[in-house]
Nanobody
Framework: QVQLVESGGGLVQAGGSLRLSCAGS????????MGWYRQAPGKQRELVAG???????NYADSVKGRFTISRDDAKNTVYLQMDSLKPEDTAVYYC??????????????????WGQGTQVTVSS
């Protein structure tokens, strides 16, 4: 089994910063792409930022220049540094990862895993 656990959400004033973390645990052989998504009330879940195993990154236009995604493969962790936060950034933030994993007596395979989400609230 593979688990992803987010942390670092909370309440912050507009213009402030937060750093989200997402740590993987369990039967992890390696991790390919990782990403952060968010879902605001009444809206669809949207991609915020992604990072490949090689370190290439991509961002939603709405967060470019304000958010930075990074990863620490030794810790199976992906981070999202969020600066200059705006009220419209308020949402539940989810991480995901494509994980090479293995069950007993089976071949290894890649699975897509999601964290449980962490609330980010930006007050005006």
């Amino acid at each position: 089994q593979v688990q992803l656990v987010e942390s670092g959400g909370g309440l912050v004033q507009a213009g402030g910063s937060l750093r989200l973390s997402c740590a993987g645990s369990g039967s992890i052989l390696s991790i390919n792409a990782m990403g952060w998504y968010r879902q605001a009330p009444g809206k669809q879940r949207e991609l915020v930022a992604g990072i490949t195993s090689g370190g290439s990154t991509n961002y939603a236009d709405s967060v470019k220049g304000r958010f930075t995604i990074s990863r620490d493969d030794a810790k199976n962790t992906v981070y999202l540094q969020m600066d200059s936060l705006k009220p419209e950034d308020t949402a539940v933030y989810y991480c995901n990862a494509y994980v090479w994993t293995k069950r007993p007596y089976t071949s290894s395979y890649v699975g897509l895993y999601w964290g449980q989400g962490t609330q980010v609230t930006v007050s005006s």
